[in-house]
């Protein structure tokens, strides 16, 4: 829709670069998809990120490097090496977006973190491949956060006055793990309502469940092996109280934790098992 | 910098934050349509670079040095894209607001795309009318659409004639035009749901740059009158004022800003201030009919409201028999209480309209509107006009369902237009058409059946409380509707029904397909269902036993005689021909895992007309090319009126639907008209051009025969010609010979909704429902319905799969929460979810053999009906997959899992 009270628009490198203070009412634009789809009253400038022209998508031992400009479309196109054996998550969630692949055209990862819904794919991506987020303020110091405690709530971060999103880095040792997927939405293909994930190399080594989409936030439960059954219910209890389980209307919050507790079993059970 | 849009280069500039899609229709690419700005809906989709992408997401100043491809540019070298020529040859849209973006979405997917994961693909599109089988069929590369044969055009699937203007975006709606000087207007919305106005402080506003007006409730007609939509305006009460100083629900419009662009008139809304006081509210209709609950309208407003200190608009008390007796002597009694929520139409076009004053000083209004005559009615009313100088009309719209049988903008557009004497325009946003129009009514119903151990009914009895919300805009015709062909179906001897419909500080109610109906056959079809299992008989033998069969007096509110009647009778045929496609199976099983399969039925029987007045008036004229055209004042929303007037008119005259033309829903240019609502559209309308079509060949045989001088009985039409004994006729010749001899081959019928069929529905569901999640899958879905002859059986499929569509998403998960101060949480498509492709089931459809003593050809309307059986279908299947009665609509998992996983989820981890 139109923001009817932008009164200008301009590269945020080109900004960066005549010096521009940040103001009231300013506003860093990725893809635009979300900003575009709300109405915006409280804004009166927008500081286009693509100005930056940063390269989406960066392969090398480290692991992959996703600038906060990449498309969904180009994540979405790329084809992880085989020994990255939790890429299938990649495609996972992207394909979590209740979003249309014309968004995917669009959209950021960046700007699907920073919106920091507690249904926002990218988040669930990024948390649950153990991403490091580099975030850059206005002085263009950069400082490092994990992706499990970017996001502080409901459309909620740490993110400060001016401070971006610059790169999603996800470790290749994550991204080397087995991995194991869960979804549930309460249409055909629509916004999540529990998202989970659980990694770990082999039963006897590290488990990682990252439950999403269900919680406000993510919430990351690590165990030194593939737990029992009934230890992981107990941790998953003590995590996530009650009352701690989103509500909105894509699920109630007894649902949301009866299929995060019975989607937590069946990665669980599947990563007990070993690979064949 | 320039922009690039189909090959041509524009030189204008956006606005800052402007989006693409309003800078293209700013340049005139009216083809980009609005259904939500917000990127849920798909109709704005356009390509860049031969991306497709919602071009209401996207900044316009980025498609600077890029191409951009809308619906207008797809055609190359004049010759149109396949999958334009698909979308005409499967008529993959009724209303056709969808059909660009639709379009434009299809045309960019590959064969595997196509083949393999359609429903992924087609997820960013929505379509409210077609329950997206034609769409299917589109992109498949179906041909549904059959050759036209003079004569025989009714009973084949004609295409629709705005065909090629739909599938290019040349096809004009509402606000698809430009106008010198155009201001916006934009409301100010109440934040409370109850709460008289204090004071107004326009200052501010008048202030910003560009506004030119601020109106408030001193500056409108202190006139009630009532937004909705009937000839007799005395059945809705008269409780509403254009703006008042009254607050009834949040949402409510207060404060009117008239600006240069939407821009100023928003940057005026923001600057208008109002000081309210609160006042309490209510929101349950229960405990609105309680002593001491807040008053919604004082005692005085309209002495049509009956019980004021009580919020009952209205209460209707009848039965026949007595039904008392009927349960004391039943073997088997059912009780039960079945709940109905709210439900959106979701119609792609929201309100909208545009007003000005012409040189002759008649108002002129363009609008999106089931009903221009009364539109106009209703506004020579509210500014004291004669009829003589206002002007209604509507182009093509982009959905209805009802929602537009109402007046929910002209009246303010009117207003502006008149006191400023410039063109006016006021689109409601996706966001108003949640918080401020309306909504199917939300209704409480119990039921009491009473039985013989052989299935005979002895006694029916129901209470409903109807929610009309804080305006009572089709409350009691509503209700009046939801005591009638529910219960009247059954032959029973003994039924009481106690009806309520009551004020609360809610958004309001209206009309919506079904019309009151579709709630109370939940409930009764819900009802039947489990009396058979408390009697332990198959739910079509208990319904065979008692609905009603021809020589039936179909009675629910008392025995007074009616101008009802079973004009043709297909009931049986539905019931049989359901039955035997559930028992054949659509060889559909449920996927592997934990599934719990049933299998679900629902009867339901509607009035083929309203008891109120309803009336059409169709003129038929022989042009000078030897074609015809045909003037009606009904509206073409996405009904598909349009194809079958045509064909009813090629039927009656012998010739083909291409040479037909038709002037339609314009005050100035066509014979009155009602309104196209409550299923008109085939039965009275398409009665008016019958009749007149009947009346103009006896008219041009007459005149032919004397032309030739050959005796009448000699003479036959010949499509573009007529056979007088040995000698042919061209229309061209004959029309010239009546130009010189004075003669007029042209004239008008009116048809009246009276005396009314009745039209029958049968749904039937095979479902799977996964024991721990509680979502639930369509496994076959089958409906037979009797719509009497059947005029274009492309279209009535297109009609009844809507229907199923529409009835699914309400009963599965369409929901509008309200929080605890009576506001809307999720009005936006993301929020309230209608179906999309991958929703839908494909619905197997049957029509019974059937002919109708009434209607025009044989045929009965089937604009509604097809809704009502659905949700109780459901809900039975529900309950024989699970074995637990789930009586309060919608069943969304995360609303009815825990009982069925505490009853079946006994081995399953979690």
């Known amino acids: 829709m139109n923001l009817n009270t932008i009164e200008d628009v301009r590269g945020a490198r080109a900004a960066e670069r005549a010096g521009f203070l940040w103001q009231e009412g300013d506003s860093w634009l990725a893809g635009g998809t979300w900003l575009y789809s709300e109405p915006q009253p409280h804004l009166r400038r927008l500081l286009d990120l693509r100005d930056f022209g940063w390269t989406p998508l960066e392969v090398d031992d480290a692991g992959l490097r996703i600038a906060a400009t990449c498309l969904i479309a180009e994540l979405y196109a790329f084809s992880p090496p085989p020994e990255w054996r939790a890429g299938s998550i990649i495609d996972e969630c992207c394909r979590a977006f209740l979003a249309s692949f014309k968004i995917w055209n669009t959209a950021t990862v960046g700007g699907n973190i920073c919106m920091s ?49 610059r790169a999603i880095a996800l ?74 389980w989103f509500d909105d209307v894509h699920g109630a919050p007894a649902y949301r934790k009866h299929m995060s507790h019975y989607f937590a079993e069946q990665i669980r059970a599947e990563l007990a098992t070993p690979s064949v | 910098m320039s922009y690039h849009v189909n090959g041509k280069t524009f030189s204008e500039e956006p606005d800052a934050g402007q989006c693409l899609r309003t800078f293209l229709r700013d340049l005139g690419w009216f083809g980009v349509k609005k259904g939500c700005d917000q990127g849920d809906c798909g109709a704005c989709t356009v390509w860049l670079d031969g991306k497709p992408v919602h071009s209401c997401l996207i900044p316009a100043y980025r498609a600077q040095g890029v191409a951009v491809t809308t619906i207008e540019g797809l055609a190359t070298n004049g010759e149109l894209h396949p999958m334009q020529h698909q979308f005409m040859n499967a008529q993959g849209f009724q209303c056709g607001f969808c059909t660009a973006g639709m379009i434009m979405t299809a045309s960019t997917l590959s064969t595997d795309d196509i083949n393999t994961d359609l429903a992924r693909h087609l997820k960013g599109n929505l379509c409210r009318c077609t329950g997206y089988h034609a769409i299917e069929d589109a992109i498949h590369g179906v041909q549904t659409v059959e050759v036209d044969r ?18 290019t975006g040349q096809a004009r709606y509402t606000l698809d035009t430009k106008m010198e000087g155009m201001l916006y207007l934009k409301v100010v919305r109440s934040p409370h749901a109850h709460a008289n106005v204090v004071s107004i402080d326009k200052t501010a506003a008048l202030a ?16 009630l009158y009532t937004t909705s939509i009937h000839e007799d305006f005395r059945v809705d009460p008269n409780d509403t004022y254009m703006l008042d100083n009254v607050a009834r629900f949040v949402g409510q419009r207060m404060v009117a800003v008239l600006a240069e662009s939407e821009a100023a008139a928003e940057a005026g809304c923001r600057a208008v201030t109002i000081e309210y006081e609160v006042l309490p509210a209510v929101f349950d209709p229960e405990e609105a009919m309680r002593s001491g609950s807040p008053m919604v309208h004082e005692r005085g407003v309209d002495d049509f409201i009956r019980h004021p200190e009580h919020n009952v608009l209205i209460d209707i008390h009848g039965g026949i028999g007595d039904v008392e007796a009927g349960f004391a002597e039943a073997d088997v009694l059912h009780e039960g209480t079945y709940s109905t929520h709210r439900g959106q139409h979701a119609h792609l076009e929201t309100h909208c309209s545009i007003g000005w004053v012409d040189e002759d000083g008649r108002l002129n209004l363009r609008t999106s509107s089931q009903s221009p005559f009364i539109a106009r009615d209703k506004i020579c009313y509210l500014f004291g006009l004669g009829l003589q100088n206002v002007r209604v009309f509507c182009e093509r719209m982009g959905g209805g369902f009802g929602g537009k049988q109402e007046v929910l903008t002209e009246d303010l557009v009117a207003l502006a237009a008149l006191d400023t004497g410039k063109p006016v325009q006021w689109e409601f946003t996706r966001e108003e058409q949640f918080i401020g129009s309306t909504y199917r009514h939300p209704m409480r119903i119990e039921v009491k059946l009473g039985a013989k151990r052989d299935g005979t009914l002895t006694g029916m009895k129901l209470r409903i409380v109807s929610n009309t919300g804080a305006y009572g805009n089709h409350g009691g015709e509503t209700l009046y509707h939801a005591c009638s062909e529910s219960v009247a179906l059954y032959r029973c001897p003994n039924k009481k029904i106690d009806a309520f419909a009551v004020y609360t500080n809610t958004v309001p109610s209206g009309a919506i397909r079904g019309y009151g109906l579709t709630q109370t056959v939940y409930a009764v079809e819900c009802a039947m269902d489990e009396l058979a299992r408390a009697l332990e008989m198959d739910p ?26 079973i004009g043709s009778y297909g009931l049986d045929q539905c019931m049989t021909l359901v039955k035997d496609a559930l028992a054949r199976g659509n060889g559909v099983s449920a996927p592997d895992g934990d599934w719990l399969v049933g299998q679900g039925i629902a009867y339901a029987m509607h009035d083929t007309a309203p008891p109120t007045e309803h009336r059409s008036t169709a003129a038929i004229q022989l042009l000078e090319n030897g074609n015809y055209e045909l003037a009606i004042g009904t509206s073409e929303f996405g009904n598909g009126t349009t194809t079958q007037h045509i064909q009813i008119v090629a039927t009656t005259l012998g010739t083909t639907a291409s040479r037909v033309q038709i002037v339609q829903s314009d005050t100035d240019r066509t014979g009155f008209d009602t309104g196209a609502f409550a299923s008109t559209g085939t039965f009275v309308a398409g009665k008016a ?97 009797d719509a009497g002859a059947v005029i274009n059986p492309m279209q009535l499929n297109g009609q009844v799969e809507g229907a199923v569509a529409q009835g ?58 097809p809704i009502n059986p659905v949700a109780p279908a459901l809900a039975n299947a529900l309950h024989d997959a699970t074995g637990i009665r789930f009586r309060d609509l919608p069943f969304r998992p995360d609303l009815i899992y825990a009982p069925i996983f505490e009853k079946h989820g006994a081995g399953v981890a979690s």
């Open chain 2, 150 to 167: 003079p004569g025989s055009s009714a009973g084949t699937g004609v295409g629709a004639p705005a065909a090629p203007l739909v599938v």
């Open chain 2, 689 to 785: 051009v019958w009749i007149a079509a009947q009346a103009l060949r006896d008219r041009i045989l007459d005149f032919a025969a004397s032309h030739v001088g050959v005796p009448c009985d000699l003479c036959r039409m010949d499509n573009d010609g007529v056979i007088c004994g040995e000698v042919r006729v061209p229309l061209v010749d004959l029309y010239q010979a009546a130009e010189e001899s004075g003669h007029q081959l042209g004239l008008s019928r009116k048809a009246y909704g009276s005396p009314r069929s009745v039209a029958f529905n049968v749904h039937g569901l095979r479902i799977a429902v996964h024991r721990v999640s509680g979502e639930i899958l369509i496994l076959q879905s089958v409906h037979a319905a």
């Open chain 1, 171 to 244: 470790p290749a040792a994550a991204l080397r793990k087995r991995a194991a997927f869960r979804r549930s939405t309460l249409t055909h293909m629509g916004r999540s309502t529990a998202l989970l994930v659980g990694t770990a190399d082999a039963p006897d080594e590290t488990f990682t469940l990252t439950i999403s989409a269900a919680t406000p936030r993510p919430v990351q439960l690590v165990f030194p092996r593939v737990p029992d059954a009934a230890s992981l219910r107990e941790r998953l209890h003590e995590a996530i109280p009650d009352d701690a």
């Open chain 2, 540 to 565: 079509f033998d208990l319904r065979q036993k008692n609905v009603v069969v021809p020589g039936d007096a179909m009675l629910s509110l008392g025995a007074e005689v009616s101008d009802a009647e």
């Open chain 2, 808 to 865: 699914l998403g309400w009963a599965l998960y369409e929901r509008i929460v309200l929080d605890d101060d009576g506001k809307i949480v999720n009005p936006q498509f993301r929020n309230y979810r209608i179906p999309a492709y991958a929703d839908i089931p494909r619905t197997e459809i049957f029509y019974a053999d059937s002919h109708d003593s009434i209607g025009p050809l044989g045929a009965k309307g089937m604009g509604e009906c």
């Open chain 2, 208 to 223: 910003v740059p560009g506004v030119h007006r601020v109106y408030t409730w001193e500056d409108v007609p202190r006139r």
């Open chain 1, 117 to 165: 819904l507690p249904a926002s794919p990218m988040v669930s991506l990024a948390a649950s491949l153990e991403a490091v987020l580099t975030l850059r303020a206005l002085d263009g110091s950069e400082r490092a956060i994990a992706a499990i405690d970017f996001v502080t709530g409901n459309h909620q971060n740490v993110l400060q006055p001016g401070e971006l999103l």
